[in-house]
């Protein structure tokens, strides 16, 4: 598993993610700190929709245990 925590920026996220794809095995499962960003839309440059989720950590990270983890219909 490979999470990307880059800032809000769908066109960074993109690339990362395309790159992840390429770097690590098709098995391996991507996921996005994301609140605000189609995780489908990143799912579509991985070639892999079905291995992408999304992950938001609550803030401050620190003090906030629960982490909401999700996908989206395709």
């Known amino acids: 598993m490979v ?3 880059a800032t809000e920026n769908v066109d960074l996220k993109r690339r990362i993610f395309a790159g992840l794809a ?6 391996t499962l991507l996921a996005s700190n994301t609140s605000s960003i ?11 929709p079905d291995k992408v989720i999304g992950m938001h950590f609550m803030n401050p990270v620190p003090v906030m245990p629960p982490a909401e983890v ?3 219909d395709r």
């Open 22 to 27: 390429e770097a690590t095995p098709e098995t």
């Open 3 to 5: 999470i990307e925590a």
């Open 70 to 72: 999700g996908a989206e």
């Open 38 to 48: 189609s995780i489908t839309g990143l799912a579509t440059v991985t070639g892999r």
